[in-house]
């Protein structure tokens, strides 16, 4: 699947955090970070009204300490969908 925006998703213990060199969003849940990245993508005006666009999220496992990355099978990449 080809993606439109490729962004970097991490965890700070707190909010997950999607980013790229562009733009970064927030949120204490998934959800709501999709929320945000919805509202991102509208605002910035890249992309022509009612065109569906994939976003991928490649999750940072330079975040977790190396040791631990053969049990951190629960982080993942994800895509995301979204109707502008």
Do not use: C
């Amino acid at each position: 699947m080809k993606a439109d925006i490729e962004l970097i998703l991490t965890h700070d213990g707190k909010e997950w955090i999607a980013r790229n060199e562009e733009f970064s969003v927030r949120g204490e849940t998934l959800a709501e970070m999709e929320e945000r990245l919805e509202k991102a993508v509208i605002e910035r005006g890249t992309f022509n009204r009612g065109s569906k666009i994939t976003v991928f999220m490649g999750f940072d496992f330079d975040t977790i300490p190396t040791w631990i990355r053969q049990y951190a099978a629960h982080y993942f990449n994800r895509y995301y969908s979204i109707e502008v």
